[in-house]
Nanobody, 125 residues
Framework: QVQLVESGGGLVQAGGSLRLSCAASGPTFNTYAVGWFCQAPGKEREFVAAISRGGGYTDYADSVKGRFTISRDNAKNTVYLQMNSVKPEDTAVYYC??????????????????WGQGTQVTVSS
């Protein structure tokens, strides 16, 4: 099993940047693909980005392509989400999630068994 803890959320002005971190426990973190998801009030949890266990494959929601970058440092058991040119519509709670995977990380939240507690991102206009 793996435990996940997100950090780095906060209040940022539109057009600004923020970096979220997802720290994982356990010695086998490099066997897990990791995804970032977000959930705004009254909305379903949505896919943001995902990265394969070795970091060689990444995937993004169309709404964040060119603005957000997912990366990982397996030596530090950490996955990052660099958020640039943020917009008010990016406001949500952001969650990282992990799944033991050999292949392409799935973009569907119900395929991830391990979740962090979430971190709030608020973008002011």
């Amino acid at each position: 099993q793996v435990q996940l803890v997100e950090s780095g959320g906060g209040l940022v002005q539109a057009g600004g940047s923020l970096r979220l971190s997802c720290a994982a426990s356990g010695p086998t973190f490099n066997t897990y693909a990791v995804g970032w998801f977000c959930q705004a009030p009254g909305k379903e949890r949505e896919f943001v980005a995902a990265i394969s266990r070795g970091g060689g494959y990444t995937d993004y929601a169309d709404s964040v392509k060119g603005r957000f970058t997912i990366s990982r440092d397996n030596a530090k058991n950490t996955v990052y989400l660099q958020m640039n040119s943020v917009k008010p519509e990016d406001t949500a709670v952001y969650y990282c999630a992990a799944v033991s995977s050999l292949g392409v990380p799935p973009p569907f939240p119900n395929e991830y068994p391990y979740w962090g507690q979430g971190t709030q991102v608020t973008v002011s206009s």
